[in-house]
């Protein structure tokens, strides 16, 4: 017996040390969690060289992609976005805008109306993996790719692609020719993998939003038209030939002789990757203390108001990254680009696309907007066709903070306007869930409400269940938690539970996944005792102000049991309240003249008439 078990307890130990090496080796493989061993994600690692003819607008591209499989699964195929041949008559993007109710007015019917040399599109002509040539098939805006043999787990591929391209008027986003006549605006412009995780290929068709890629480096080489000035992603690997950070390339450099200049950019750890070129771009360079190079491109034709925009918004620009630095957590890299381009604002990679005929005002807070993106959603990177409320709604909630304190506003809510507007989209009947894919709203006007306004109503909501000091808390932790790892909705569940203690399960199910509305109310008062009840069928904790008749006053806080706690208080709190029961009554400390529910407005409670009781 004695023998057997000991040949037992050999075994085991033999197993336990296997295991060890390979759950060890698997973390050197991966980008892992080292508190979850199961956790992993895909690399790529991007080497293109492109030709550019600024005439036609047309380059050609040599793509040689290093794609390291970290999943446990093997891979029978893969898939490329080609994003510019949504920029096409009778495509899906362009048959959904003339269908929707509510067009954007920026595509509108335009794609319908695009002529041969206007349209966009990626053709790519060869592909081969490990150099032997595979089959593909392009499908819309999907690249279908089955390969010669399967991608086994831990095993890194090479892809070598030729494509042709032509970049579209500009429309959305990308494009050519924009509005404010910027000549490239390269967002979306290659042949980018597609994503693979936990859930699979992610390969939606491009019809409208916006994007999730593989974390990886990029080496990129672009040969354009010397008189262009390239600004975008990465780092510039030969600022001396190209002139870069001279306002005056010609007059300071002597540049090679030829029609082109190439440039050479690098970008690590970055899972996309943006250029916009034009020959008429200033270049300024603003060298923060923390050494982060900011560097604005706008165009030396524009008005004098805005140029003086410009030159002001840079040192405010620094403030911005100094407050999302410490208010969400570090930058990781040492530069951010402004650029002028595009047709609106939209965030890209250590660099952002914005419309430069503005206000002041508007050129700041899209630059704020855009800029807090960066950390939303492109160092923690959600997936924004599954849940584009983490990154909008959270992107105009920190970025609305950082407004206000910069421009100096005042104490009152930054985010109080999508309250106005939640309880419009709730009484109109448009209101749709936040699980509802980007793609799939009913209008575009739902999406944007759910998006930006409720997502961002899910962190104010949350200053009021577990308190300001612990969101804020909370939104560093997730930062520190999930930077570089593609969250999910119950990641920053966790991140904000365990700062504070407080069980919020109930919270991100009810706000996120169902229609419930939230309305309490005080039913009566007679003498001390309170009676409140709630309407609507979406729990909250109660905040109470009860003033006394002899003018004293006194709050209470009054938990959600559910919770299975409270936030830090000055209020006297008071047994919780189950959600099964619809009223709740409580002895106040001395008669009561006057009783108001959250004097703060941070509850979304869609009646606030019955939110306040005096007593006649």
Not at 489 to 495: E, F, G, H, L, Q
Request: charged share 25%; glycine share 8%; hydrophobic share 35%.
């Amino acid at each position: 017996m004695k023998k057997t078990l000991s040949l037992l307890l050999l075994l085991i130990l033999i197993t336990s040390c296997v295991q060890t090496k390979e759950v060890s080796q698997t973390d050197k493989n991966a980008s892992t969690n080292k508190e979850n061993h199961t956790y992993w994600q895909q690399h790529v690692a991007y080497t293109m060289d492109i030709d550019v003819a600024a005439n036609n607008f047309q380059y050609k591209g040599v793509q040689k992609l290093v794609y390291t499989n970290n999943s446990p699964d093997e891979l029978n195929k893969v898939f490329y976005h080609l994003y510019f041949n949504a920029f096409q008559p009778g495509s899906q993007m362009d048959v959904r805008s003339l269908n929707i109710k509510d067009p954007d007015r920026r595509v509108r019917d335009r794609i319908s109306k695009l002529k041969p040399n206007e349209i966009g599109y990626i053709k790519v002509s060869d592909l081969q993996q490990n150099g032997a040539a595979v089959n593909f098939e392009t499908v819309g805006t999907i690249l279908e790719v089955t390969l010669n043999a399967p991608i086994k787990s831990g095993e890194s591929v090479t892809f070598d692609m030729n494509f042709d391209a032509q970049v579209p008027v500009q429309i959305r986003r990308s494009g050519r020719n924009s509005k404010e006549n910027v000549a490239l605006s390269m967002a979306q412009w290659y042949p980018k993998m597609a994503e693979y995780d936990f859930e699979g290929w992610h390969t939606p068709p491009y019809i409208a939003r916006e994007f999730q890629g593989v974390w990886g480096d990029f080496d990129v080489t672009l040969h354009i038209d010397k008189t262009f000035v390239v600004g975008g992603t990465g780092y510039v690997q030969n600022p001396q030939e190209v002139g870069h950070g001279y306002e005056d390339k010609s007059k300071k450099l002597n540049l090679p002789k030829g029609d082109k200049l190439t440039w050479h950019f690098k970008a690590p750890r970055v899972h996309d990757f943006m250029w916009a070129a034009d020959p008429e771009y200033i270049h300024d360079v603003l060298k923060m203390e923390n050494g982060i190079d900011l560097h604005f491109y706008y165009k030396r034709t524009l008005e004098e108001k805005y140029l003086k925009n410009w030159k002001d918004l840079q040192p405010k620009t620094a403030e911005l990254m100094t407050y999302f630095s410490d208010n969400v957590g570090d930058y990781p890299y040492k530069q951010y680009s402004v650029i002028q381009g595009g047709d609106g604002g939209m965030e890209y990679a250590m660099s952002t696309l914005i419309t430069g005929e503005r206000k002041f005002g508007s050129l700041f807070g899209v630059t704020a907007h855009e800029m807090a993106h960066t950390w939303f959603q492109f160092l923690l990177a959600t997936n924004e066709s599954l849940h584009p409320w983490m990154d909008e709604g959270f992107t105009s909630y920190i970025s609305g903070k950082a407004s206000y304190k910069i421009l100096e506003r005042g104490e009152k809510n930054p985010n109080a306007g999508p309250y106005n507007s939640y309880n419009f989209m709730v009484k109109s009947g448009a209101e749709e869930v936040l699980t509802t894919h980007a793609d799939r709203y009913n209008t575009n006007r739902g999406y944007s409400f759910a998006s930006y306004g409720k997502g961002s109503m899910f962190l104010s909501q949350l200053e009021y269940i577990i308190g300001a000091e612990n969101t804020a808390k909370g939104i560093k932790r997730y930062f520190t938690d999930f930077s570089f790892k593609h969250p999910t909705p119950n990641d920053v569940k966790r991140s904000m539970e365990k700062v504070s203690g407080i069980h919020l399960g109930w919270y991100l199910n009810e706000w996120t996944q169902t229609l419930h509305t939230i309305d309490y109310g005080v039913k009566s008062v007679e003498g001390n005792k309170i009676t409140l009840e709630r309407i609507g069928q979406m729990p909250m904790p109660i905040d109470l102000e009860v003033k006394y008749i002899d003018g004293t006053k006194q709050s209470y806080n009054i938990p959600l049991r559910m919770m299975r706690g409270n936030k830090p208080t000055s209020a006297t709190v008071i047994e919780d309240w189950g959600w099964g029961y619809p009223t709740y009554s409580f002895i106040a400390a001395k008669t009561v003249q006057s009783v108001e529910i959250d004097k703060s407005k941070l509850m979304a409670d869609i009646n606030d008439e019955n939110n306040v009781f005096e007593v006649k």
